[in-house]
């Protein structure tokens, strides 16, 4: 019997499976053109990739096109993963992954230029999100950088890309005597990045044991959003609660209808006898 047994099994109690659906849809109000964007993606702590895939990619280049809403450049470059995280407690898990953006133009003489930074934390709710990166990009100390730039293509990058956020291998426990000094870092604001996500979850329910039932208390995700599942026990726990006021109520009325009919069959009784004695009396 083959039924079933391409599905995958659901992860443990207490972790989740998030697939992640999504597309780097569109740059808008950049500057240049013939833009393509680098993305990649870094998991936090107590998270990671069920299956082999590449956590990182790139888009095609594209024409940027003036529009009334600005400069823009169109990419709808798809992106899938799934993820896995051991716990149902954010705070033991290290946070939310991300998703790091890298906006690059091409001119003319082939000479890549650096554009903007951006990240995006992945949306912890099921569904579908649209989210607008805020990119930047850093700015050298005087004009010489900007020649650089404009002539040849050189321009400060960033030698890793999730310096824009809080890098994951940082430690801020204060035994460590670490700090993440931005101070004196010079930077511009650039064009902003579209990024459309689906985000489906997959958990285990939890059973507990109340008053000799047995309720569910993990169909609701561990963000506080009420599920499918939720919303149908609610509903069969609203039906129980009637079921049991009409058995409250047959059980109040039953004396009340058992005299009912006594008095009913005794008024038959004495119309039958009357009825009789008149008909004798004829």
């Given at each position: 019997n083959m039924v079933g047994s391409v599905f995958?099994?659901?992860?443990?109690?207490?972790?989740?499976?998030?697939?992640?659906?999504?597309?780097?849809?569109?740059?808008?109000?950049?500057?240049?053109?013939?833009?393509?964007?680098?993305?990649?993606?870094?998991?936090?702590l107590g998270w990671c990739v069920e299956e082999e895939v590449e956590m990182r990619g790139l888009t095609q280049r594209s024409h940027v096109r003036e529009t009334k809403s600005g400069q823009i450049a169109h990419f709808n470059h798809p992106f899938e993963m799934t993820l896995f995280n051991s716990s149902s407690k954010e705070e033991e898990i290290g946070g939310r992954p991300?998703?790091?953006?890298?906006?690059r133009s091409v001119d003319g003489w082939d000479r890549v230029r650096l554009e903007g930074y951006g990240y995006l934390t992945l949306p912890p709710t099921?569904?579908?999100?649209?989210?607008?990166v805020q990119t930047w990009r850093p700015e050298g100390p005087d004009n010489t950088t900007k020649l650089r730039r404009f002539f040849i293509g050189g321009t400060p990058e960033l030698s890793d890309v999730r310096?824009?956020?809080?890098?994951?291998?940082?430690?801020?426990?204060?035994?460590?005597?670490?700090?993440?000094?931005?101070?004196g870092f010079?930077?511009?604001?650039?064009?902003?990045?579209?990024?459309r996500v689906n985000i489906v979850k997959q958990t285990m329910p939890?059973?507990?044991e109340d008053d000799q039932k047995y309720k569910r208390v993990a169909?609701?995700?561990?963000?506080?959003?009420?599920?499918v599942q939720l919303a149908l026990l609610d509903a069969i726990e609203t039906f129980s609660k009637a079921?049991?006021?009409?058995?409250?109520?047959?059980?109040?009325?039953?004396?009340?209808?058992?005299?009912?009919?006594?008095?009913v069959n005794t008024e038959q009784s004495v119309i039958k006898r009357w009825s009789k004695l008149t008909f004798n009396k004829d």
């Open positions: 995958t099994d659901p992860p443990q109690e207490g972790a989740q499976r998030v697939h992640v659906f999504g597309e780097i849809a569109r740059a808008i109000g950049f500057e240049a053109d013939n833009l393509f964007v680098n993305y990649s993606f870094d998991l936090p991300r998703l790091f953006v890298e906006v099921p569904g579908c999100h649209t989210h607008t310096y824009t956020h809080v890098p994951s291998n940082y430690s801020s426990h204060p035994d460590q005597n670490t700090l993440l000094g931005k101070f010079r930077t511009i604001s650039s064009g902003s990045v579209e990024v939890t059973f507990v169909l609701k995700d561990k963000y506080g959003r009420p599920g079921r049991k006021r009409l058995e409250t109520m047959r059980t109040t009325l039953e004396p009340s209808l058992a005299r009912l009919a006594q008095n």
